[in-house]
């Protein structure tokens, strides 16, 4: 199927990344999961029991149910209006996040609102990244991924220095908030809410789909069977089950830099809160640039060759991270992970669009996101397990750069030129 270059099209989708990069970079990341694991549960050993339970608890639900949930998108030509629904749903559940105070049974029902709208931003993900091929022509997909996850950071970013200025540092915080029981902390959900709700409106102003004219009931029916035969089908698609494949792997040593980053830091290195900040700003500014700039690398050197060389670049900056006497050093390796962390996952999602059959996108993007996060929870635990055997978290970050080498292996064996060709429908 041919794609026309909507430029308008192509800059509302990247536009979604802006908005809903909000939530990770706020809520799931610095802000408010920094604020619930030391104020909302009794102490911070249950803070941190409670909020590891609910990312373990959303990355089975969604790995569960993504791929069924992009077949149905597929088949019924539902990925706008699924992703219309998770988007409310994530908002509407960040909006909520504001209403629980400290104390009492508050934290339990926080960390429900929580799994709810985490939920509904994963599963919005795989719908989508599913609109990747219909925005961007095929010589042009590493660079609208690129530009999508770079402004997916600047969005972050921005987002986070507005909640600082005006929610987190000022006193008093601005619209008459108290910082009495975490009120402008807390505020920076809805803070969240708004920029979310007003950024992502363009995907679905000006990104089109075509509809599906098949009733209900039958969708339903032959989702579950176009399902079954997927997984049968996979031999004829033997390049996108190798990638999956690396990229569970990998993409789980990504997961546990980006989750012990800041807990690395502190306590190998004592920075202070301030300084975990700050390092946390300069890594995502760092991923941003990257993604931007290896974009173009992408559509010249192809999207597998652009793997291997971040995952060269992550396990460099891992090795050197384990290793590094001093922190200036480990501010190297900081970087240098930034770098590449950014062009990792963008080049993933545009390999991923090169190999998907045009008519099962959605499906593939949801078998995409359960192999984000099936084994997302190996990294922590192998962190924590080695970290305490050997008494240093040096140790649990050699975990990290195991996962980078095996998932590098294992990328060595998928054949580009192979899954390019399988994309076209078997006659």
């Known amino acids: 199927m041919s794609r026309t270059f909507d430029r308008r099209a192509t800059a ?76 409310v749903v994530c908002v509407g559940g960040t909006v909520a996040l504001y209403f629980p105070e400290p104390g009492g049974q508050d934290a339990l029902l926080a960390i429900v609102l929580f799994v709810i709208a985490n939920v509904a931003f994963e599963l919005g993900g795989v719908f989508y990244n599913a609109f990747l091929p219909d925005v961007a022509p095929p010589d042009m997909l590493g660079r609208v991924s690129g530009w999508g996850w770079a402004l997916g950071y600047v969005g972050g970013l921005l987002c986070m220095v507005v909640a600082f200025a005006g929610f987190v540092f000022p006193e008093p915080p601005w619209f008459g908030l108290s910082t009495e029981a975490g009120q402008n902390i807390r505020a920076t959900n809805l803070l969240v809410a708004v920029w979310f709700a007003v950024f992502c409106l363009p995907m679905f102003l000006f990104v089109k789909e075509a509809r599906s004219s098949e009733p209900a009931k039958d969708i339903l029916r032959a989702t579950g069977r176009q399902l079954a035969g997927t997984f049968r089908s996979l031999k004829d698609f033997r390049q996108i089950g190798r990638l999956l494949l690396a990229r569970l792997i990998y993409n789980d040593g990504l997961v546990t830099v980006f989750a012990f980053g800041g807990v690395y830091a502190a306590g190998t290195f004592r920075f202070t809160f301030e300084e975990i900040l700050v390092f946390g700003i300069v890594l995502n500014v760092t991923a941003g640039a990257g993604a931007f700039a290896m974009g173009f690398l992408d559509d010249k050197l192809g999207g597998k060759k652009t793997l291997l060389i971040t995952l060269v670049g ?64 190996i990294g922590p635990l192998f962190f924590g397990l080695l970290t305490e055997a050997f008494e240093t978290q040096r140790a649990g970050l050699a975990f990290v750069l195991l996962s980078f080498v095996i998932g590098g292996l294992l990328l060595m064996r998928v054949d580009e030129a192979e899954g390019v060709r399988a994309r076209e429908p078997v006659a």
């Open 12 to 87: 509302s989708w990247a536009l979604y990344d802006f908005a809903n990069s909000a939530f990770t970079t706020l809520v799931v990341t610095f802000v408010y999961a920094a604020y619930f694991t030391q104020r909302m549960a009794a102490d911070e050993i249950e803070g941190t029991a409670l909020w590891s339970r609910g990312v373990t608890v959303t990355a089975v639900l969604v790995a569960v149910a993504s791929p069924f949930l992009g077949a149905l998108a597929d088949r019924g030509g539902l990925r706008k209006r699924l992703l219309l629904a998770t988007t």
């Open 314 to 377: 992550l396990g460099a900056g891992t090795l050197l991270g384990a290793v590094a006497p001093t922190p200036e050093l480990f501010w190297v390796a900081g970087i240098t992970i930034g770098i590449f962390a950014g062009p990792n996952q963008a080049a993933s999602r545009s390999l991923l669009a090169r190999f998907v059959p045009p008519d099962k996108e959605t499906e593939f993007f949801g078998f995409f996101a359960f192999s984000g996060k099936a084994t997302a929870f």
